[in-house]
C-alpha cells in the first residue's frame, strides 16, 4: 500500500499562517485526486478539502473556505495545503489521502475511495 508522508506542521498562532505538504517518496500519485483530512483528539475525522489530478478542480469544507487553499505541483509530486487566519478550533492531526482510481474526482466530503494514507502531521493553533 503506498504510503504518503505529510510535513510542514507545527505549533501556529492564531491569526497566522502554516504551509502543510503531502508528498510520495518512491511514487508519483500526479494523475490522482489527494485529499486533506483532520482529526481532533475524540472528534471523527473531518473532510478539510481536495484537488484534482491536475489542479484544476478543488474543493475545501465550509469550515475552512476562504481560509484554507490547496494546491498541488506535479513536478514536485506534492500538494500542498495552505492554512491561514488560523484558529485553535484548527487544532488537529492532518493527512492527507490519495484516491485510487486514477483521474476519478469527487468533491463531496467522503474518505471513500481514499486507499492511500499518510501518517499524519499534526498541527496546534495557539490562542
Known amino acids: 500500500q503506498v504510503r504518503l508522508a505529510e510535513s510542514g506542521g507545527g505549533l501556529g498562532q492564531a491569526g497566522g499562517s502554516l504551509t502543510l505538504s503531502c508528498s510520495a517518496p518512491g511514487r508519483a500519485y500526479s494523475d490522482h485526486t489527494v485529499a486533506w483530512f483532520r482529526q481532533a483528539p475524540g472528534k471523527e475525522r473531518e473532510f478539510v478539502g481536495n484537488i484534482n489530478w491536475n489542479g484544476d478542480s478543488s474543493n475545501v469544507a465550509d469550515s475552512v473556505k476562504g481560509r484554507f487553499r490547496i494546491s498541488r505541483d506535479n513536478a514536485k509530486n506534492t500538494v500542498y495545503l495552505q492554512m491561514a487566519s488560523l484558529k485553535p478550533d484548527d487544532t488537529a492531526t492532518y493527512y492527507c489521502?490519495?484516491?485510487?482510481?486514477?483521474?476519478?474526482?469527487?468533491?463531496?466530503?467522503?474518505?471513500?475511495?481514499?486507499?492511500?494514507w499518510g501518517q499524519g502531521t499534526q498541527v496546534t493553533v495557539a490562542s
Open positions: 489521502a490519495a484516491e485510487s482510481s486514477p483521474y476519478y474526482y469527487n468533491p463531496q466530503p467522503t474518505t471513500f475511495g481514499y486507499d492511500y
